[in-house]
């Protein structure tokens, strides 16, 4: 039983192998996300605190009433109508998914599906054939938008 | 055993209070359920409605496919170029397969010949939504039988449920076998059933679903059932109409003309 030095030594080399992503993180961190906040129109549909803790319920609610309830226009805590539309309302101003919703949602590693059916404007799609499609600019105007 | 006049009266009411829990238990139970027979109307969905449809196969032209080519660019339904996965939200099929339990002997030649125009029955009375596990295909207050792709987990009981064959099941990622986009309106993705939505997006602003809006013979009227005046309750005073499989119960709100009418 003369191994304690051995037995420290090979603790202390254990401990820091297990711990080492953690300084190395202290030495160099993750670049933080950079949304692109030029957006077309200065205020969002709620005020940009709540939007930035709450947009995925707000769409949430959205998606539900529009598809169960047909219920197509959100009247935001200003009074003011909006139509309840991911591509149409919100991509509308936020025009560039890349440059918006994937800069956070790379950061924090969270995979939402919307776009794996929503179509963003400018979006390209590989086919089979290898082939692209490109989604174009809407071509009806924002209807429920006041 | 001896029983007291009091020992019988406080037996008396705790089952009467017993049975009219469980009672009352049962009603919101079955008032909650998803296949609650009265919906509710809600801020976009009016009650008092249910959208139907009428097709007269005599005005229907044989070698058209102008409903179905403009309803699947709409609805950026995908080509797979292979019949056993295809997707169909309106397309044509033989009398015969249409019309499985009609009279098949001796057949007219013009119904032998003619492929007959074929979609979702939105039914009053649909067994597709009654197997869904997620609700995720739903009986709106206006009688679409709408689905909500964002909840379908792709188990297709609805596929076997449905009698009409109206419904069908994405096997690779719809995606990949566009020929174009259309922006309006979502793709789908890999595992999830699709089918006639009777244009929901459009008619909840106004408009007629796209297949009714690109007949050039207007064979397809579009309208409220519920509404006497309207045009399709009309077309069903006047004309001789069928529904595909009524032995069943399920009430489709498409109604079939083969007879020209007079009027």
């Not at chain 2, 080519?69 to 170029?81: E, R, S």
């Not at chain 2, 009375?125 to 009986?139: D, G, I, L, S, Y």
């Not at chain 2, 069903?236 to 709100?253: D, I, Y």
């Amino acid at each position: 039983m003369h191994d304690t030095l051995k037995v420290i030594v090979g603790l202390a080399l254990f401990f820091a192998l297990v711990t080492l992503p953690f300084w190395l993180g202290a030495v160099r961190s993750a670049p933080a996300p950079a949304p692109d906040l030029t957006a077309k129109d200065t205020q969002c549909v709620e005020p940009v605190a709540y939007m930035r803790a709450n947009h995925m319920k707000l769409l949430d609610q959205w998606r539900n009433s529009v598809v169960r309830d047909g219920d197509r226009v959100y009247v935001n805590s200003a009074g003011k109508s909006f139509q309840k539309s991911l591509t149409k309302t919100c991509l509308n101003c936020h025009a560039q998914k890349e440059k918006f919703c994937d800069q956070c949602h790379q950061s924090v590693a969270v995979e939402p599906y919307c776009f794996s059916c929503h179509l963003a404007p400018g979006q390209s799609l590989v086919l089979t054939s290898g082939s692209r499609l490109t989604v174009a600019d809407f071509s009806t105007p924002m209807d429920g938008r006041q | 055993m001896n029983k007291s006049r009091r020992n019988f009266l406080v037996q008396l009411g705790s089952a009467a209070l017993f049975g009219a829990g469980t009672a009352a238990g049962i009603h919101s139970l079955t008032a909650t359920s998803a296949f609650g027979a009265t919906p509710t109307g809600s801020p976009g969905i009016p009650k008092g409605t249910r959208w139907g449809m009428f097709v007269d196969m005599a005005r229907c032209e044989a070698g058209c496919s102008d409903c179905i080519t403009a309803c699947h660019t709409k609805h950026n339904v995908p080509d797979f170029g292979n019949p056993k996965d295809e997707i169909k939200w309106i397309w044509k099929d033989s009398y015969a397969k249409v019309f499985p339990t009609g009279s098949q002997q001796f057949l007219a030649q013009q119904l032998a010949d003619k492929p007959v125009l074929s979609l979702c029955n939105h039914c009053a009375n649909p067994p597709c939504v009654k197997v869904c596990p997620t609700q995720a295909t739903f009986k709106r207050a206006d009688g679409i039988v709408e689905m909500d792709f964002h909840r379908c987990i792709g188990c297709r009981f609805c596929m076997a449920a449905c009698p009409y064959g109206s419904r069908s099941f994405n096997w690779r990622n719809p995606r990949e076998f566009l020929k174009q986009v259309d922006a309006e309106y979502p793709t789908r993705e890999i595992g999830v059933v699709e089918k006639c939505n009777f244009c929901s997006e459009r008619i909840g602003t106004g408009r007629q679903p796209a297949c009714v809006e690109t007949c050039k013979t207007q064979a397809l009227v579009f309208g409220n059932l519920y509404d006497k005046n309207s045009e399709i309750r009309e077309k069903l005073r006047t004309r001789v109409t069928f529904q595909r499989k009524p032995e069943l119960g399920t009430e489709p709100s498409v109604f079939y003309a083969f007879e020209a009418g007079h009027v």
